[in-house]
């Protein structure tokens, strides 16, 4: 053990020890905390690390000012193979936590003018962002819970923007081929709602489809009515389709409308108590 009554301090600044506060200095001689790295950055090195993103050979992560006259706070892990560059893990000490108690905790906030601490965000501010190469918003959490993907400007709880953006429903524990996965997109003003393949592949044409007209197509993609079906084997349209309407209750029965002659405009009721031929 080394007493030192009046400190030390390495070449002015460089590193000082303050016996007063029992702390340190980097770059400082009134460190601020137990340890005050001042006006510079902290670097983690290895040397199995090969990695030269962070400008300094064998460096795998970095701490320093986000900005370097307002501050903030940057973090950055490189990895020099193919394995993860940052890893962000909690761990809760009980074996049977309470379920609102998270893992990992991240808070945003903002100064509430007086500095004495901060205040909860606005409704359109962003609580967090999350960006591909710190230069695209992929999603957004707003200060009001709004939630964007492919917009950092969500008006709704839960915004999806993009190309024909799409909302997938996937039961993975639906049996047989193709069964799993529903898809609702939109599309030049259309809603459309349909199916894919396990192998991601979109049915052709939309299970439904809704204009912004207001017209509503089953099994076609462009419907001409208030109300229009086709029914397809697969491949094509057939040339006669089947719609069936089950009455329960009431004086019940069965009603069954035929179009035969490629959707003409001959009509049958098979319980043969109306048939129209136009």
Do not use: C
Request: no cysteine; proline share 4%; glycine share 16%.
């Amino acid at each position: 053990t080394v007493a030192m009554t009046n400190g030390l301090n390495f070449d002015s600044n460089t590193f000082v020890i303050d016996p007063n506060s029992n702390r340190i200095g980097i770059g400082t001689t009134t460190p601020r905390q137990l340890l005050d790295i001042y006006d510079g950055k902290l670097t983690f090195s290895d040397a199995d690390v090969t990695g030269e993103m962070l400008t300094n050979i064998g460096s795998y992560g970095r701490i320093e000012p986000g900005n370097a006259t307002a501050g903030g706070m940057y973090f950055q892990g490189e990895s020099d193979a193919d394995v993860a560059g940052m890893l962000l893990a909690g761990q809760i000490g009980a074996t049977d936590p309470t379920d609102s108690i998270p893992a990992v905790y991240i808070s945003g906030a903002k100064w509430d003018g007086s500095g004495s601490g901060g205040q909860a965000l606005g409704s359109l501010e962003t609580v967090l962002r999350v960006d591909n190469f710190l230069t695209t918003g992929l999603m957004v959490v707003l200060g009001g819970g709004n939630v964007g993907s492919g917009t950092t400007t969500p008006n709704w709880n839960l915004q999806v923007a993009g190309t024909r953006p799409s909302i997938a429903l996937s039961d993975t524990g639906a049996g047989g081929t193709n069964l799993k996965h529903w898809l609702f997109s939109s599309m030049g003003g259309n809603l459309y709602v349909g199916t894919t393949t396990d192998a991601y592949g979109t049915s052709t044409p939309p299970a439904l489809t809704i204009t912004n007209a207001g017209k509503v197509g089953v099994g076609t993609s462009s419907p001409a009515s208030i109300f229009s079906t086709s029914e397809h084997n697969g491949t094509a349209a057939r040339t006669a389709w089947t719609m069936a309407i089950t009455i329960n209750g009431g004086f019940g029965g069965f009603i069954n409308f035929v179009s035969r002659q490629n959707f003409g405009s001959n009509v049958g009721v098979t319980a043969a108590q109306i048939a129209v031929d136009g």
